[in-house]
């Protein structure tokens, strides 16, 4: 699986599958900061701490920027958004999410084994199941934490990637995951 083509075929299992742009890069290119994770809650974002995907319910910045050392490259992926409206927006999402939980499970079965996949919030359901219903999740093979709790900025990342991601852009929206590999 660590050879250039088997790392391609996700690449293009990533394209076929709708992503609008995918890009394998070095780890060392994916930009961990703490003040992404800061925008959760500056301002409040309505997900912290209701979403399992969002912080404070998953891996920290530090946990992430510790175990990001451990792998050497990763696919980037970036979906395009139909609109601002927030069914538009979770369309998006949701292809971002099933995407990335595809290639973990592909990267996974040819051999890389310790792929792992972050996405954007998670929009599997209608509503997330939130922590204080004490319920599990209701896809855990399939939910993935997001980008932002793990204090991965995304904007800077592309730049280094060198695909185009302007977060602010209404009208040419992008939503990102990642499939870190070794
Ligand atoms: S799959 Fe559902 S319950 Fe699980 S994190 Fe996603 S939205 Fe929440």
Not at 9 to 32: E, N
Not at 87 to 102: P, T
Not at 154 to 179: C, Q
């Amino acid at each position: 699986m660590k050879d250039k083509k088997s790392f391609e075929q996700l690449v293009k299992h990533a394209l076929d599958g709708g992503a609008a742009r995918a890009v394998l890069i070095d780890s060392d290119q994916i930009i961990v900061d703490d003040r992404v994770r800061l925008k959760c809650r500056v301002p409040l974002c309505a997900h912290y701490n209701r979403n399992l995907t969002c912080p404070p319910n998953t891996l920290t910045v530090s946990e992430f920027r510790e175990i990001l050392k451990n792998y050497s490259r990763a696919l980037l992926l970036q979906v395009k958004g139909t609109g601002c409206e927030d069914e538009d927006v979770r369309q998006a999402e949701l292809k971002v999410q099933n995407l990335i939980s595809e290639l973990e499970t592909k990267a996974l079965m040819e051999g890389n084994y310790f792929a792992a996949g972050f996405a954007t919030r998670c929009r599997l359901c209608p509503e997330c199941v939130g922590v204080q219903s004490g319920e599990p999740c209701r896809h855990p093979f399939k939910a993935r934490p997001s980008l932002d709790a793990a204090g991965v900025d995304i904007f800077r990342t592309s730049k280094n990637a060198g695909v185009p991601f302007n977060p602010l852009d209404r009208d040419e929206l992008y939503f990102a995951g990642i499939l870190l590999l070794s």
